[in-house]
Each structure stands twice: as C-alpha cells, then as structure tokens.
C-alpha cells in the first residue's frame, strides 16, 4: 500500500499505539510515521539510533543501549527506559553450546569481526593492524558476506601484509548455509572489535579500503 493509503487504514481502524520496528533500515516505512496516523508513535528494537522525527513519541530503550541522563539530547524521541534489556533473546535449537576461552587452548588470543564491509574503512583495518603488531602471535578472524568476492579478501590481505602482518594470521570467511555453522565461529574468537563510527548500521565512512591501497 501506499503511505497515504495505510496511514488512512491506520486511522480508520483508531490504532491508538503505533511502533516502528525497523528505523532508518532497508523497506522501512518512516513516511507514514511522519503522517502522525496514530496519536502515539514509539519506535523500538529495529534501529540503535533516532528516527529523527517528532512524530515519534517515544523510543523503548535500556540502561545498558542508553545510560539515563547521557544520550537523551541526540534522540527527537522520549526515551523509554525498561528495567533489564530492551530486547528478549532465546538462542537457536542448533546454536553449538559457549566453548572455553579459546586462548586457553590456543596459547593466543583471536580477534574477531562479523560486521557488513560496509562499515569496515581503510582506518579500522589500519588500527586492528596496531593491535595485532602489539600483540605478537595474536590472531584476527573476519566474516562478511563481501568476503565471498577473491578480489576484496586479496584487497584486505594486502593491507594487512603492508603493515607487516603475516597472512597466516589473517582468517577471512564469507556466507555460511546455517545459522549453527555462523555460531559457531564465534567459538574461535576470545576479543569481538566493533566497528567505528558506525556500529550497527551502513552508512558512508571517511575513508574506504579502496583509497587506503590507492
């Protein structure tokens, strides 16, 4: 349906609480929030930053995602504080049980990112191959659908072994067929390292791979 067509609906139908559950993300439908159909509006779990719109009335949110009296001025929404987490989380059936810390056994420690390429800059990669020439010995696993591509896994390489960090230390994988089979590369990693300045979302950063090669 079009924007005016379900914010009609919406309308007609005396919704009194509307929530967004998708944010700034892909197919979302911020423009009918924009409508006000509903006389409250509250944006929730999709999404870690503001829809920006004051249509908007409330965000749910939690101590750990929004510490109280820290983060209320970058939101156009009211922050809605619950009392533990935000979200609930069951596991999968398949999910392969916590392992040990794997440096207990290794006698290293493994570094680790799963996040989208798109957040991945040619000045991550050159502050993650500080740390690895800090620890010697230390280990770095990523894994991203672009890793599917030969080209980007020899782009990312190749900077890795400009900064003199040995390829053998280096473990790139693309998709994996299940959900078991992703979980359980996180048993290979003792240290996550999150991506800067975008966490969750893609969104344009300073500098691209491309340009740290060129």
């Known amino acids: 349906m079009s924007d005016e067509r379900i914010s009609e609906l919406i309308r007609a139908d005396s919704i009194d609480i509307l929530v967004d559950l998708a944010g700034h993300t892909a197919k979302n439908r911020l423009p009918v929030f924009a409508r006000k159909p509903a006389p409250v509006q509250v944006t929730w779990i999709g ?34 504080h619950l009392p533990d987490s935000f979200l609930c989380y ?6 392969p049980a916590v392992n040990n810390l794997p440096a207990l ?11 989208n390429l798109a957040k991945v800059s040619g000045e ?40 003199g960090i040995d390829a053998g230390r280096i473990e790139l994988f693309a998709w994996t067929p299940s959900v078991s089979e992703h979980l359980a590369l996180y048993n290979k990693i003792d240290i996550a390292l999150d991506t ?3 966490t969750a979302q893609p ?12």
């Open 47 to 80: 999404y870690p930053s503001t829809t920006g719109l004051k249509a908007v009335d409330y965000k749910i949110v939690d101590h750990y995602t929004d510490p109280p009296g820290m983060s209320q001025q970058y939101y156009t929404e009211h922050l809605m």
């Open 90 to 95: 069951l596991p999968d059936e398949d999910a």
């Open 105 to 115: 056994k290794n006698g290293h420690i493994t570094f680790g990112s799963f996040n």
């Open 124 to 163: 991550l990669l050159l502050l993650w191959s500080q740390i690895l020439q800090d620890l010697p010995g230390s280990r770095l696993i990523m894994k991203a659908k672009g890793l599917s591509s030969e080209s980007v896994r020899k782009t990312i390489s190749d900077l890795f072994r400009q900064q």
């Open 196 to 198: 800067f300045p975008t």
């Open 203 to 214: 969104r344009p950063v300073r500098h691209s791979v491309w340009e740290s090669l060129s």
